[in-house]
């Protein structure tokens, strides 16, 4: 399949410009490019679309920009907002970009020889006066054709909201950079998701506009989960891809839980598997969707693109602990992406040494077991698990011996009621 053909097939593409020449335009290699404004210091989840768009791109031989958004961010874009952005200072844009630039690394590849992904900063090349850009820019631009841009129009026909100069002056600035970037590195498409539209065909006529060229566009869609609900985000929050702010366990655990419905789109949407080794997974999610196969290929591909290869072994044997998995050197750092999953209670290190607590007495301070005597009910039912043993015997005692890492103890009963005891 050509670029274009894949992308449909795999239900990437919203609207383009000219889907004929576009077609043809691609069918040799060029430059195309992506913007991500550094409003927070990591990407998301919803940020892998067009990210791994552009690697998909490059893969076939396209040069591949990916411009961070030193100027832009600093206004703010208000598509898709319904609220006004709050501005950030420089300092916090820098480190943004930063954070954000060794993200794109990870992703893009910088380093072979034919086409070169390229990192750039909108930043070194918006700078122009006030009274050059209004001359230069700003003419070319009708405020009849602005104010029909979705992105605008839906944000001043809340009276109570509105838009301000700034934010709408926003769409000049992405239009600059298409034409500075087809200007000086003959770049000739621009992608981004489909509430970037305005902004992108805004690009292609200033760049035909001022350049004389002809360049193109294409969107992505937004991405929506069966449900209704805005993908990327969980009760905690957005799904991060530094893993400071949402750990690799929580990131495979968000693509392994991902609705049933949803599997098989995302299977397309946010890995490079092939055609033939996702209808072989869909097949087998249509034959028996409870073993869970089109997740578990999904979960680990997204997390070994993000985090690589050993950190979603990690994340899968944490997962794997939950699920009775043996505790037999497992790495600490892999046990501590558990401990925050689970209820925890803190025991004084001191009742552990010698002879111990009795179990009985334990499972009751663990908040499992209503009674010592319903303990012992459990644990010669067989229903009490330590460290993922199965425990037979009601006179049983936890000591210091018990503790993994000289800290926790992981207490369980039944199938799912998990309880990590840490020694204080």
């Known amino acids: 399949m050509s670029i274009l053909e894949e992308l449909k097939w795999r239900g990437l593409v919203a609207d383009c410009t000219d889907a004929a020449e576009l077609a043809k335009k691609i069918s040799a290699p060029i430059t195309l490019y992506c913007g991500f404004d550094p409003t927070a210091d990591s990407l998301h989840a919803g940020n892998l679309v067009p990210l791994l768009a552009l690697r998909r791109f490059q893969l076939l031989g396209h040069q591949p920009i990916a411009v961070a958004g030193g100027a832009t961010g600093s206004i703010g874009d208000p598509s898709g907002k319904t609220q006004e952005r709050q501005l950030l200072t420089k300092e916090v844009l820098d480190r943004n970009i930063a954070c954000v630039k060794v993200q794109l690394a990870k992703l893009l590849d910088f380093e072979t020889k034919q086409n070169p992904a390229r990192l750039m900063d909108n930043a070194d090349w918006t700078k122009l006066t006030y009274l050059d850009f209004l001359r230069d820019i700003g003419k070319h631009f009708s405020v009849n054709q602005m104010v029909a841009k979705e992105s605008v129009r839906a944000r001043m026909e809340d009276r109570e909201a509105g838009i301000s100069y700034t934010e709408f002056s926003y769409m000049l600035l992405q239009a600059f950079d298409f034409m500075v970037l087809c200007r000086d590195h003959h770049c000739e498409l621009q992608i981004g998701g489909s509430d970037q539209w305005g902004n992108i065909t805004a690009g292609i006529e200033l760049t035909r506009k001022k350049l004389g060229k002809t360049v193109y566009g294409l969107t992505l869609p937004l991405i929506t989960n069966a449900d209704g609900t805005k993908f990327g985000k969980t009760e905690a929050g957005a799904v991060w891809l530094d893993p400071n702010r949402t750990s690799v366990y929580k990131f495979y655990q968000f693509w392994i839980n991902t ?121 010669e039912g067989g229903g009490v698990n330590v460290n993922n043993v199965r425990e037979a015997s009601a006179t049983r005692a936890i000591t210091s011996n018990d503790l993994l890492f000289s800290r926790h103890v992981l207490l369980r009963k039944g199938k799912k009621n998990y309880v990590v005891v840490t020694a204080k």
């Open 259 to 379: 609705d049933d419905r949803d599997a098989i789109r995302y299977l397309k949407f946010f890995t490079f598997l092939s055609k033939e080794e996702i209808e072989a997974l869909e097949k087998k999610h249509a034959e028996n969707p409870g073993a869970r196969e089109a997740h578990k290929a999904l979960a680990r591909a997204a997390t070994d693109l993000v985090h690589g290869p050993n950190a979603t072994l990690e994340a899968i044997r944490a997962s794997e602990i939950l699920f009775g998995g043996e505790l037999k050197g497992i790495a600490e750092s892999t046990f501590n992406e558990i401990v925050g999953e689970v209820p925890t209670k803190e025991i004084e290190k001191s009742k552990l040494e010698g002879a111990g607590l009795p179990l009985v007495e334990v499972l009751v301070h663990a908040g499992l077991c209503p009674s010592k005597g319903q303990a012992r009910k459990d644990i």
